[in-house]
T-cell receptor, first 109, second 112 residues
Framework: GDSVTQMEGPVTLSEEAFLTINCTYTATGYPSLFWYVQYPGEGLQLLLKATKADDKGSNKGFEATYRKETTSFHLEKGSVQVSDSAVYFCAPWVDKIIFGKGTRLHILP | DSGVTQTPKHLITATGQRVTLRCSPRSGDLSVYWYQQSLDQGLQFLIQYYNGEERAKGNILERFSAQQFPDLHSELNLSSLELGDSALYFC???????????FGDGTRLSIL
């Protein structure tokens, strides 16, 4: 069946470090791909999306590229800030959305 | 502000009791989803309604039930509560197809 695997956390980085959170998926067909973020005490909110191969989604300095050949959608940011501390969820959508287990990110000042 | 409203924000009750969680979806969204989030289980999909009809079922216990009303608001009923039901319960809404889901801020349920 359809599934998603994302790197386990917690991930701890210093401010201004480079961030990668890996996400791979298994799906029949061509899913739309999403990254959601959950800040402390809040619900999930859409961070970025890509709907077809080679599309790049971007928002708030975060980027992810839809790689069909490797079935991946890795999240990257060139220089993280303390305010990026949150839980990040990778979520492919085929006929329904599937959320990964989430990766908790801690950014140290 | 996601436009999705959940009430109450916090609920404290005892084992064996029954509670009802309420969700008002974003204006225009016909789909409502319920999720349970706990520390050890992550985000678990419970159930989806579309325009009043059940559309998909996930890991929802028989003690739990939900419905979506004609005005599109939804309620999640949890009965015979157990300590393990303590969690955050999120509601989300979306438009059709692969439209992104918009989440409420959740209801934190604590069972004593």
């Amino acid at each position: 069946g359809d599934s998603v695997t994302q790197m386990e956390g917690p991930v701890t980085l210093s401010e201004e470090a480079f961030l990668t959170i890996n996400c791979t998926y298994t799906a029949t067909g061509y899913p739309s791909l999403f990254w959601y973020v959950q800040y402390p005490g809040e619900g999930l909110q859409l961070l970025l999306k890509a709907t077809k191969a080679d599309d790049k989604g971007s928002n708030k300095g975060f980027e992810a590229t839809y790689r069909k050949e490797t079935t991946s959608f890795h999240l990257e940011k060139g220089s993280v800030q303390v305010s990026d501390s949150a839980v990040y969820f990778c979520a492919p959508w085929v006929d329904k959305i599937i959320f990964g287990k989430g990766t908790r990110l801690h950014i140290l000042p | 502000d996601s436009g999705v409203t959940q009430t109450p924000k916090h609920l404290i009750t005892a084992t064996g009791q029954r509670v009802t969680l309420r969700c008002s979806p974003r204006s225009g969204d016909l789909s409502v989803y319920w999720y349970q989030q706990s520390l050890d289980q992550g985000l678990q999909f419970l159930i989806q309604y579309y325009n009043g009809e059940e559309r998909a079922k996930g890991n929802i216990l028989e003690r739990f039930s939900a419905q979506q009303f004609p005005d599109l608001h939804s309620e999640l009923n949890l009965s015979s509560l157990e300590l393990g039901d303590s969690a955050l319960y999120f509601c989300a809404s979306s438009g059709q197809g692969s439209q992104p889901q918009h989440f409420g801020d959740g209801t934190r349920l604590s069972i004593l």
